[in-house]
């Protein structure tokens, strides 16, 4: 047999191989009105609406255009803000971070910088805020020319610690370098802290330690940029299920328009395929969080035909499933997009932040009640 027909069969097989390992369905994550959901059979005009107090945090002006990457905390008896500001569009040289508080989450003081813009052809794009072992730190990405992915960008993950005696933020550390993360990092029952991370070509990984310092950190990989065919992963998140398990989530910039589903068995050391769910997303970032209720939330644009132009909530009991799915009612004057949604619960609210047309920053602060009184199937 000649080497030429060897390789061609050995091809055949593992691409057989490969095919089989493949699931042949969806992952189901979205389950309404008690069944599997086809994302295709949605009425998202018969989902339940959630309507909320509706503020602006920092209004956009003509000198900085451009507001995204919002971050919410409760700290010291008050409301914390952090976003990405700059002057055109998003992550353009001499971007920097803004913050703003407030004592109810609705009127908010005005916005001041957490550094000095950088110097073209740097920038920072906000990465979270994070209370650790009793500092506030701000997270930010630092990176070179347009944009954080791409080659030679120079990308490192740092942190801007709050000084309350001279009321402003000071260099504190650099995390890890090649690193950008997509939320502040999470405690597990470890111990251990644990955050997701992205190099400048869009391979995921996580990042466990920040125990003994804020340098003191190992990297796992998760998945490589092409190592699932069709699937382009994007801002990753995870929470921690009763079980152990960690149960992941990602934006796939391949064109699916669903949310990609792997699970952790090892505090985030090895993680399993990455494998389509029927969850549907307009390809953006999504925000989780558990509720003092028991039930996972899950903020998102999930009706990819509307894209960015309408944000839902979805619920889950399990942290596997998510049941429930309600939109909110965000006021608006014009065509508009709700982008990059962050919340924290606090006073009986779920207080969510998101930027609008990437241009100004707002809040919509809901009542658990109303949240609770969603059906959960």
Request: contains cysteine; aromatic residues 12%.
């Amino acid at each position: 047999m000649s080497l030429l027909r060897v390789a061609a069969l050995f091809a055949l097989t593992m691409t057989s191989i490969t095919s089989a390992d493949e699931p042949t369905e969806p992952a189901v994550v979205l389950k309404l009105n008690g069944a599997i959901t086809d994302p295709a059979t949605i009425d998202y005009d018969a989902l339940p609406r959630l309507k909320g107090q509706h503020a602006v945090v920092c209004p956009a002006t003509d000198e900085l255009k451009f507001q995204l990457h919002d971050y919410l905390i409760h700290h010291d008896g008050k409301y914390w803000c952090l976003f990405s500001h700059g002057p055109v569009v998003e992550d353009m040289p001499t971007q920097f971070l803004s913050y703003a508080t407030s004592d109810d989450g609705l009127t908010w003081s005005a916005a001041k910088p957490v550094m000095p813009p950088p110097e073209a052809p740097y920038a920072y794009i906000a990465r979270g805020l994070w209370l650790r072992d009793g500092e506030l730190l701000a997270l930010a990405a630092h990176f070179r020319d347009k944009g954080a992915f791409g080659v030679n960008k120079e990308l490192k993950l740092q942190a801007f610690v709050w000084d309350k005696a001279t009321d402003s933020w000071k260099f504190k550390a650099t995390l890890f370098n090649d690193a950008i993360n997509n939320f502040a990092p999470q405690k597990l029952a470890n111990g251990e802290w644990l955050m997701t991370r992205r190099d400048a070509r869009f391979n995921v990984f996580m990042l466990a330690g920040g125990v003994k310092g804020l340098d003191d950190w190992q990297s796992f990989p998760v998945v490589k940029r092409q190592e699932v065919p069709k699937f382009a992963p994007d801002e990753p998140f995870w929470w921690q299920l009763p079980d152990g398990r960690l149960h992941g989530l990602f934006r796939d910039n391949g064109g699916s328009s669903r949310l990609y589903q792997a699970f952790s068995s090892d505090s985030g050391r090895t993680w399993t395929r990455p494998q389509i769910t029927n969850f549907p997303n307009a390809s953006s970032k999504c925000y989780p969080l558990r509720l003092t209720s028991g039930k996972w939330a899950m903020i998102s644009n999930a009706n990819p035909k509307w894209g960015r132009r309408e944000m839902y909530l979805s619920l889950s009991d399990d942290g596997l499933t998510f049941t429930t799915m309600a939109r909110l009612e965000i006021p608006f004057k014009q065509a508009t997009t709700f982008q990059y949604p962050h919340a924290i619960e606090q006073d009986g609210h779920l207080l969510i932040i998101f930027s609008q047309k990437k241009l100004q920053s707002e809040v919509l602060k809901v009542p658990l009640s109303d949240i609770a009184a969603l059906r959960l199937e």
